[in-house]
């Protein structure tokens, strides 16, 4: 028997198996049946990027004038170098013009194509290297927005398009940092954002940290990831009532010792703190988790990694802590980290350019700044 003469839904069940878009392309040009069928299989794809769902893992060009027509529920693309290198321009542009659904573009290259951005008017999601001015006159749809080479001051300019974000990631490049650039912010109130996520560079003599100030100009902010460099932190006195979720890691710039007293205050201003993580800071001590806890009465969680003077001392006073004053405070350090996956087995590791659920305690608190989601996509979507 030849293959063509497979049943429609037998040839279905094995088109089911090709997630590559070369593959695709290729069959979908056999014969008109192939094309019917293939364009079956693939009206339902809702992702494509390099390594995941429908990917492209090769340079080699394809005839891009029937994505559109394979494509048509698309929510999220990536659009990038390898992608432009196999696709003509054209076909893009032709590409996401016809696609209504689409939500999301990942297009992060320093030279973004304006003629993309200028088509896609209604996008919700958008990952790029940073804010250019085509970006801004649609920044209203914005509710997830990540940006790869970003800095507080740059972002105080132009926060004001993007009223409706709920959800923001910034990463600044220490090779591309300089002096005075990372300073005190003072721009628009983020009133919407529940979801924040800093990576924070600083020079070696500019030891301060402004992740946490900026949280004040989120007033109904739940969940940050602060990844920093610095050893201290700017105070804000004023508390927030809102944040129950938060990540501070501390990276190598940072090893030669974190303020603690400067880290408490902060964290004092939060008092409905309900999981706390700390990473890779070598000035904590088993003295201090003690008093941490102290100034945090709903805390549930709190998970220490990579801090060497943290030992099973911290972990017992925590227990006595408990018993005295019934709480009930899981805490993990190096010595017991491994306890965290049983013990909360809904919190996720796994690495995903895309996650289901708008879930900042699933996707994100286990993670390393380089392993959060470019996007958390709605379960309702």
Not at 51 to 65: A, E, K, N, R
Not at 82 to 98: G, Q, S, Y
Request: glycine content about 4%; overall charge negative.
């Amino acid at each position: 028997m030849f293959i063509n003469e497979l049943p429609d839904d037998c040839l279905l069940i094995i088109f089911g198996f090709l997630n590559d878009l070369d593959d695709l392309v290729e069959c979908y040009k056999v014969c008109s049946k192939w094309s019917h069928l293939i364009a079956e299989r693939t009206r339902k794809v809702k992702y494509l990027y390099p390594f995941d769902y429908v990917y492209y893992s090769t340079c080699f060009p394809i005839d891009g004038d029937c994505l559109s027509t394979l494509f048509p529920n698309l929510m999220v693309a990536e659009i990038c170098d390898k992608f432009r290198v196999k696709v003509d321009d054209e076909d893009i542009v032709t590409l996401v013009k016809k696609i209504n659904p689409l939500k999301g573009l990942i297009y992060e290259r320093d030279n973004e194509d304006e003629s993309i951005f200028q088509y896609c008017d209604q996008l919700e999601m958008v990952s790029v290297y940073c804010v250019k001015p085509y970006m801004e006159k649609n920044g209203v749809w914005i509710k997830q927005l990540k940006l790869c080479n970003y800095n507080l001051n740059s972002l105080a300019k132009v926060g004001h398009y993007f009223p409706n974000l709920e959800r923001l990631c910034i990463n600044v490049d220490i090779r591309l940092f300089s002096l005075g650039q990372n300073n005190y912010y003072n721009g628009p109130i983020f009133r919407k954002l529940k979801i924040l996520e800093m990576c924070l560079a600083s020079q070696m003599n500019e030891n301060m940290c402004y992740g946490l100030q900026f949280i004040n100009s989120c007033p109904n902010l739940q969940s940050a990831h602060i990844d920093s460099c610095s050893r201290n932190f700017f105070v804000n006195e004023s508390k927030h009532l809102s944040l129950q979720d938060l990540v501070i890691e501390f990276t190598d710039y940072g090893h030669f010792g974190v303020y603690y007293e400067g880290l408490r205050r902060s964290l004092s201003n939060y008092p409905n703190l309900k999981h706390l993580a700390l990473r890779c800071n070598d000035s904590l001590d088993d003295r201090q988790v003690g008093y941490l806890i102290r100034f945090l009465p709903n805390l549930v969680l709190f998970a220490v990694r990579g801090c060497q003077k943290v030992t099973q001392k911290a972990a017992d006073y925590v227990q006595d802590y408990n018993n005295q004053h019934g709480r009930t405070i899981k805490f993990y350090f190096d010595g017991n980290y491994h306890e965290i996956k049983s013990d909360w087995p809904q919190l996720s590791k796994k690495w995903e350019k895309i996650s289901q659920g708008f879930d900042f305690m699933k996707h994100c608190f286990l993670k390393g700044f380089e392993g959060l989601s470019t996007f958390l996509i709605s379960n309702e979507d």
